[in-house]
């Protein structure tokens, strides 16, 4: 290819289709990952009505192992962040305003409205998003998923679709526990470090914090477990390379997932705040 | 269950002590040879390059979410005036090294991973050290040094863009127009703030280059073996991050006090 | 001069590969390691040049110690031992020339360009590979042609002892016969020693000297082609059997070489 181009390399219009080339092939490359990701998410929603698709078991083995799998280093995570959060706040309140009465309100509301649930977000996108990639990856270079079609399984209502409800059950489970987990711990610093009482914790909680806030919690959760699997799984089907390609699509997968997550926690949360 | 923290607490310990091992292999090889910077230098440029747009990308967006968030809880306390000083703050101090090390993890960890791992189980790796050239200085110090070095690089262009594109939403979404921003900033941020970021970003990077690489050396088993060894650098990188993020964070903190205590000492302003 | 192995054990968690193994491949000599998948014919031959170390046990080449060799010691013993990988192990950010020319860039006396090209271009023709792919990357060539680049790179820093890790497994016949005919040409040409690690009996009886066997982490049989042939271990004689009631070539041993088709 760069041969041919290189023949008339004096002409500024062959350099300009070289440049364009070189970004157009990653530029290709990518818009055809998101169209089959895409394409992939309306397979998947489709299969959501058909009970032949429901199958318990798998539901459930996905959930131990993505969710189940995750708990650990969800939980580590979240206690860790509790107590940095407070201490930054407490800092920045500090600092500038001089007060740190509002420690407990805006600590809590922080980590209900963003950090409870970008942490587990995160956290699944590289994990477990990761691990689907490569599974899925090996299985392709090594031919598994071509036989699975001859013998007439189809891979998204066998491997996608358990992964994807699997997700979206475990997303919101954790998130809830890395919200209950990262005030706990903040709850606890604050105490311990800031002299205040558990009970004005609760207190300003209660003043700033309403079902809503939650429920968006919980929403978001749900979204987040909702795209990672589908990113992951098409990367994975899309693999090809042998070693090289499973090591690639692993990489862009947990990448795109990251970079999706924060997209769409930023739409949610716009939407969110005109909503409410 | 006694049993299992036991068996958790024996695996820790050999994969901290395999981690510093290999690390102080990296650090006797990169001391023992005589400093050759191109490879190093192709790398930065090419892990910068690779990782800016992902950066830039999450940089606005992450710097929106912020804005958004906190104009929220300030405007429940009257106190959105603090709005430019605190996003700006939160993001040189914590947030920002700690997202561009994610991203950083993902693209970079995850590929220097994967690359390694692949030559580790096609058995490149063997055939360099048979050929006679040290693998280590070969292949991992220009990946190590260039992923450090590419952090601070990073983090530098990651928090310019982030805080203009903090400043642009909130202009337009909260109302909070750039003089209003700018202004809330110096009393939050000091030559400390950026210190301490940088600092942590070393830190950040310095992790994710060495479990990334570790890793990758480390693989075995074929292309499963590959793809393991990108979930396990994934999941370690965020695993160590997290609690490094804990550390420095104390650090830096017991450094600020210490530094007012000689301020005290020395008479002037606090 | 040559390579020896005493007593050596190798473990693997709870699995035992290698358990008291002792043998000396003589210099000059072709040696052939066959046994079934797993049974650790390649364990045995990276214990040779370090890649791997026993758990007990020594191994010498040239009466040198390579379980205790120093970090200068094992670079000088893996000067003399080229490796020939089971996969073509080339290196995919460098191109053919360069993945040649690797092993001569690291030579205490450095050599000129020209003559780094000079050997490159030797070694391939050794192969039967001209200067065409010398810009190509290992991505760009066949698997075939990977393998005997792979071959080239191990050739160029001139080793007195070839070790080869299933040279032929995923070839076609007629590369197959070529690299057979190949180790057999280097071996008395070049006055090498080789090690070869194979599954492949035919091939074995064709052009070994000697022929090792090794099962359930112990040596099975030592000895040369005829001695094998006579052996009386069930093993042994299924391999054997196996073959004959299948042949595909003569099974006559080699005495002289050919030259390498064309």
């Known amino acids: ?276 | 269950m006694r049993l299992f923290l036991q068996k958790l607490g024996h695996q820790a310990l050999h994969e901290l002590g395999d981690l510093a091992l290999f690390a102080g292999k990296i650090l006797r090889t990169t001391l023992s040879t005589h400093g050759n910077m191109g490879p190093v230098l192709s790398q930065v440029a090419s892990i910068s390059l690779r990782s800016l747009s992902t950066v830039a990308f999450a940089g606005v967006f992450v710097g929106a979410i912020l804005v958004l968030q906190f104009n929220v809880i300030l405007a429940k306390y009257d106190a959105q005036s603090f709005l430019g000083g605190l996003n700006t703050s939160a993001l040189i101090r914590s947030v920002g090294p700690l997202i561009i090390s994610f991203l950083l993890a993902g693209k970079i960890g995850a590929y220097t991973a994967a690359e390694l791992g692949t030559m580790r189980v096609t058995e490149q790796i063997d055939a360099i050290e048979c050929l006679g050239t040290n693998p280590i200085q070969y292949l991992i110090v220009p990946r190590f040094m260039g992923i450090v070095i590419s952090s601070v690089i990073l983090l530098a262009l990651g928090l310019l863009i982030s805080v203009t594109g903090s400043m642009v939403v909130a202009n337009y979404s909260a109302g909070i127009n750039f003089l209003q921003f700018a202004s809330s900033i110096p009393k939050f941020i000091s030559i400390g703030t950026f210190l301490g970021g940088m600092f942590k970003s070393i830190t950040y990077g310095t992790i994710v280059a060495l479990v990334a690489c570790h890793k990758g050396y480390t693989a075995s088993g074929g292309a499963r073996g590959v793809g393991k060894a990108v979930t396990l650098a994934a999941v370690y990188t965020n695993l160590y991050i997290v609690i490094a993020n804990y550390l420095t964070s104390e650090i830096l903190s017991w450094l600020e006090s210490l530094s007012h205590y000689f301020n005290l000492l020395a008479g002037g302003p606090t | 001069m040559s390579i020896r192995f005493e007593s050596i054990s190798k473990s693997f968690g709870p699995k035992t590969i290698l358990n008291n193994v002792t043998f000396e491949v003589s210099k000059g000599e072709i040696l052939f390691i066959l046994g079934k998948s797993g049974v650790g014919k390649s364990v045995t031959l990276k214990q040779i040049v370090g890649i791997l170390k026993p758990d007990t046990g020594k191994v010498y080449v040239d009466d040198e110690d390579v379980t205790t060799a120093s970090q200068n010691a094992l670079a000088d013993i893996r000067k003399k031992c080229g490796m020939v990988f089971q996969h073509p192990a080339l290196l995919d950010s460098l191109t053919v020339l360069e993945n040649v020319a690797f092993g001569l860039r690291t030579s205490r006396a450095p050599l000129s360009e020209a003559e780094i090209r000079q050997t490159v271009l030797e070694k391939l023709a050794l192969v039967n590979l001209g200067p065409d792919i010398l810009q190509s990357k290992p991505t760009e060539i066949s698997y075939g042609m990977q393998k005997r680049v792979s071959l080239a790179r191990t050739l160029a820093p001139a080793p007195s002892y070839l070790l080869f890790d299933e040279p032929t497994t995923g070839l076609d016949p007629i590369t197959t016969n070529f690299v057979n005919d190949l180790i057999f040409d280097l071996s008395r040409k070049l006055q090498v020693t080789s090690v070869v690690v194979s599954h492949d009996m035919a091939c074995a009886l064709k052009i070994a000297d000697k022929i090792l066997v090794l099962d359930q982490a112990r040596i099975l049989a030592h000895g040369s082609v005829a001695e094998i042939k006579k052996s009386r271990e069930p093993l042994i004689q299924s391999f054997l059997s196996e073959m004959l009631a299948e042949p595909t070539e003569s099974l006559a041993p080699r005495t002289e070489g050919p030259g390498i088709p064309a």
């Open chain 1, 1 to 276: 290819m760069s041969e041919e181009l290189l023949i008339n390399k004096h002409s500024t219009g062959r350099h300009i289709l070289h440049i364009l080339h070189i970004l157009g092939r990653p530029l290709h490359q990518a818009a055809t990952n998101w169209w089959a990701i895409f394409i992939l998410f309306g397979q998947t929603l489709s299969r959501l009505p058909r009970a032949s698709c429901w199958r318990r078991e798998e539901i459930i083995l996905a959930i131990v192992s993505s969710g189940v799998g995750s708990l650990p280093i969800v939980v580590v995570s979240t206690a860790f962040a509790g107590i940095v959060i407070t201490n930054e706040i407490a800092w920045h309140m500090d600092t500038a305003l001089h007060t740190v009465s509002m420690i407990p309100g805006f600590t809590g509301q922080f980590i209900i409205r963003e950090l409870g649930i970008a942490i587990p977000a995160f956290l699944l996108a590289s994990k477990v998003g990761a691990a689907t990639t490569a599974e899925i990856g090996s299985m392709k270079v090594t031919e598994q998923i071509d036989a699975l079609r001859l013998l007439g399984i189809d891979p998204v209502t066998y491997l996608v679709f358990p992964r994807f409800i699997a997700s979206m059950i475990s997303s919101a489970c954790l998130t809830l526990i890395a919200i209950a987990v990262t005030l706990l711990c903040a709850i606890t610093m604050a105490v311990l470090r800031y002299h205040f009482s558990v009970l004005e914790y609760l207190n300003a909680l209660r003043h700033f914090i309403g079902m809503s806030d939650v429920l968006c919690a919980l929403v978001k959760g749900i979204v987040f477990g909702a795209i990672i699997p589908v990113i992951a799984c098409g990367y994975g089907l899309q693999c090809e390379g042998g070693a090289e390609g499973v090591g690639t699509a692993t990489t862009n997968s947990v990448v795109s997932s990251t970079i999706a997550v924060i997209i769409l926690d930023f739409v949610l949360t716009y939407l969110f705040m005109s909503v409410f």
